[in-house]
């Protein structure tokens, strides 16, 4: 059985290193991906372990986003044995370069009453949920000492979610797979998937190359559409966009971080945070600030400026002043893998031999275990819970907002977002008018684009707006 995956992210290089383990004697395995990576969500990514810190107001009503939670939270419980995997591979992280864990959330008026609302949200999933959690007082987080006028009021200590170096890891999953005699990597880019009868025969790749195999598995992340649309397969998947993020890693001799101190999720994004980054060498004073996010139907190669200037400008008022002085080490863009209806795409498609695996937005290192087991689950026919089947690659775009629901969530965040960027309205009615406003042009959006009877998220506001909702 000879075995194609194409992209070499997170998710793809999990698939085939689970794949390893299970190889028969003539099995082989093929990974098709650039070795720079280009627009690598993966290398962008602070890899924060984190579920409960990411709920937001509403994120918990439907059955489906509890099952999905409830995938996060399995996630994060394989981390340290998927850890413990690799080492056994011969690929141990260096000391310090593992899974570490404590997440401090921060409740500050740098944006508007949504962050409030949504560290409520957290809290009552703790408790919910028994998470062990702590309220602490923000003055006592290590590290953490804000602009007077950006400090926070509340906060919480979560000790069970942490983060990972995402560097570091995929360097050691490559070195697994590089020295494995039945595992082929290709430095070149997947082009287009060949159909021969009901089957995926080959794949085309950028240079040239014709690479036939048994099965296929497209988990080229942000580029999957692009993929599907130069294939000729006849099936219909929704279209997969790019969720282009920055980071910044910063070098912070003289404040280095021990804990991740993050915002809520806020205004289309996951907030401000900041996170330990462990280069393989001591000290450990290099620190990832995260993460801008606007929804583009083609790629970035490279940050805006205005997405740069918003993270260093929260990392030095909202986390720490003292960050003034620290070195700006690299500046990383990644182009995380959004779908239509924001959902993940996972599953075997109506093509025998072709499995796809994208969509997971800013979830996919956190669940790349947990995906990548279910992935060869699939590969072997083994059972698989039914719900998982909810997203298959080929369903119709799931509706998970009402018209009410999404419109009024977008006015929040839209607000909430211009509060970010530095809205100061004047001493008059100027919120509730802009609110209105917002409301008037989605009401009129959501008419245009016949959503009468559902809700467009939030995040994809622009890309209904613009026509970009086609495969």
């Not at 690929?91 to 409030?116: F, H, K, S």
């Not at 082009?191 to 009901?198: E, I, N, T």
């Not at 006849?234 to 070098?251: A, N, P």
């Not at 669940?367 to 026919?381: N, V, W």
């Amino acid at each position: 059985m000879h075995t194609v995956i194409l992209g070499n992210g997170i998710l793809a290089a999990s698939i085939a290193f689970r794949l390893t383990q299970r190889l028969a004697a003539r099995d082989r395995i093929t990974v098709i991906g650039r070795r720079s990576r280009p627009g690598s969500a993966t290398l962008a990514a602070a890899a924060m372990l984190n579920s409960f810190a990411e709920v937001e107001v509403g994120s918990l009503k439907s059955e489906l986003d509890r099952y999905r939670f409830e995938l996060s939270r399995a996630a994060a419980r394989m981390w340290p044995q998927f850890e413990k995997q690799m080492a056994e591979a011969g690929a141990a992280l260096p000391a310090g370069g593992g899974v570490e864990y404590g997440t401090y959330v921060i409740n500050n008026a740098a944006a508007d009453d949504l962050d409030d609302e949504n560290f409520d949200a957290i809290v009552t999933a703790l408790r919910e949920f028994g998470e062990p959690f702590e309220p602490v007082a923000p003055r006592d987080i290590p590290n953490y000492m804000p602009q007077q006028r950006r400090r926070a009021g509340r906060a919480v200590h979560i000790p069970g979610e942490g983060w990972i170096n995402p560097r570091l890891v995929m360097e050691r999953l490559d070195a697994v797979l590089a020295r494995h005699p039945q595992v082929s990597l290709v430095d070149d880019t997947a082009r287009s998937l060949v159909r021969q009868a009901q089957k995926i025969g080959a794949v085309k790749t950028e240079s040239g190359q014709s690479i036939a195999g048994d099965s296929f598995v497209l988990a080229t992340g942000a580029t999957a559409s692009d993929v599907l649309r130069e294939s000729t397969l006849g099936i219909k998947v929704q279209r997969v966009f790019y969720g282009v993020g920055v980071s910044l890693e910063i070098k912070s001799r003289d404040f280095p971080h021990k804990k991740c101190v993050r915002t809520p999720n806020r205004g289309l994004a996951c907030g401000l945070y900041s996170v330990p980054y462990f280069t393989g060498g001591a000290p450990t004073d290099h620190i990832l600030v995260g993460a801008s996010n606007f929804i583009s139907p083609a790629p970035y190669a490279y940050g805006r400026l205005t997405s740069v200037d918003t993270l260093l400008r929260g990392a030095i008022e909202q986390l720490n002043a003292n960050f003034y002085r620290a070195d700006l080490v690299r500046v990383n863009v990644g182009w995380r893998p959004t779908s239509l209806d924001t959902y993940p795409l996972l599953g075997r498609s109506s093509i025998d031999n072709l499995i796809i695996a994208t969509g997971t937005k800013r979830d996919g290192f956190h669940l790349a275990p947990l995906i990548s087991e279910k992935i060869i689950a699939m590969l072997f026919g083994e059972p698989l819970d039914k719900d998982f089947a909810r997203f298959a690659p080929e369903r119709a775009p799931i509706r998970s907002l009402s018209r009410a629901e999404a419109i009024d969530k977008a006015v929040r965040h839209l607000i909430s977002a211009s509060y970010q960027h530095g809205f100061t309205p004047s001493r008059s009615r100027m919120p509730d008018q802009i609110a209105q406003l917002h409301r008037d042009d989605l009401e009129r959006l959501h008419d245009k684009v016949g959503a009468h009877d559902w809700g467009i998220p939030p995040e994809m506001l622009d890309m209904y707006r613009y026509g970009h909702t086609g495969a």
